[in-house]
């Protein structure tokens, strides 16, 4: 355990850092998978606008430091490489 008050501190931060980007992962996932289950049901439309709302996610975590861009632009390519072949 942390000894020094600064180290305390720092301890204390880190823990409510880790419990909030916990939390806004998930979301991410949440998103993901909404755009999945949207893709997999076969409706276009409800594809396309649930790719919009997991886009948006996407890029505002990536632009915060989440996650990295190139993920972020790997998970916003496959998705819209699905919603894609769905029109073919």
Known sequence: MANSPQARKRAIQSE?????NASR?????????????????G????????FQMAQSVVDRL??????????????????NARIKAMAA
């Open 16 to 20: 409510k850092r880790r419990q909030h």
């Open 43 to 50: 409706d276009r439309d409800s594809a396309v606008s649930a």
């Open 62 to 79: 990536a632009r915060q430091g989440l996650i990295h861009k190139n993920k972020a632009a790997r998970h916003k390519q496959r998705l």
């Open 25 to 41: 992962r998930s979301m991410l996932r949440t998103y993901l998978k909404k755009c999945l289950l949207s893709i997999a049901s």
